[in-house]
């Protein structure tokens, strides 16, 4: 029998959304350890200032973007306010250990209420939070594309290029390239109406590099 077959890619859901945040979730919660280990002010200092860009990337690409998509879905405003006002907490500490720096009194205890913040954060939008979005009727390719485009934005701006990012998108690029070819998703294959690598490697470099358009004006500043 003659099944017809529709031209727009019907593969986007949300955890094409969700997985891009899980896996920042997942990072940050790693920097989060490495803190717990370090020993010496440098390596202290590298860790927090990598774990402040990178909360601040994600908060913002939450706060912009997803955050309003599922709102106008979801008949519950008490619950995302609720979301934004821990953001908001998560980002007053932040900016406080922008100013500071290892050695200073309560710096270490700072970052340390930071990371215990975020955890819980992160373990609620994850339980609930995302299990809502999957009930949503968004359009998460267009959503997904705007939100690869503004994280880049985001980190051109922020110029998360120091080292210890660099080491790290790039162990992580040979990680995501290598998960991807055992998934079968061979490099540059459009698997998701959008390039896949592109979610998974917009930080990573794992996707087609002129695939991500250079960010041009209307940035908001990082405050
Ligand atoms: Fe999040």
């Known amino acids: 029998m003659f099944m017809p077959t529709s031209t727009k890619p019907q ?3 949300a955890s094409s959304v969700t997985d891009m945040l899980r ?3 997942k990072n940050v919660k790693g920097l989060f350890e490495e803190f717990e280990q370090a020993e010496d002010a440098t390596t202290k200092q590298r860790i927090v200032e990598t774990a402040l860009t990178e909360l601040e990337v994600h908060s913002k690409l939450e706060e912009e973007l997803i955050y309003p998509a599922i709102r106008a879905e979801i008949d519950d405003d008490d619950l995302m306010d609720e979301a934004l006002e821990k953001h908001h907490v998560v980002h007053g500490l932040l900016v406080e250990l922008k100013k500071m720096k290892p050695g ?7 970052f340390t209420v930071l990371a215990e913040n975020v955890r819980l954060h992160i373990k ?7 299990s809502m979005a999957d009930g949503c009727e968004i359009d998460w390719e267009a959503l997904c594309s705007r939100v690869v485009k503004r994280k ?15 080491d790290k998108a790039s162990k992580r ?3 995501d390239c290598r998960s991807l070819h055992k998934m079968g998703k061979p490099r540059n294959e459009p698997a998701l109406g959008f390039p896949y690598s592109l979610v998974v490697g917009v930080r990573r470099g794992c996707g087609p590099e002129g695939d991500v358009e250079t960010p041009q004006g209307n940035i ?4």
């Open 11 to 13: 593969n986007a859901s």
């Open 23 to 25: 896996k920042d979730h």
């Open 104 to 110: 200073d009194e309560r710096y270490d205890a700072k």
């Open 124 to 130: 609620e939008e994850e339980s609930e939070l995302f």
């Open 152 to 166: 880049e934005q985001l980190i051109a701006k922020t110029g998360a290029t120091s080292k210890t990012s660099q």
């Open 173 to 175: 690029k040979k990680e």
């Open 220 to 223: 908001h500043e990082m405050d």
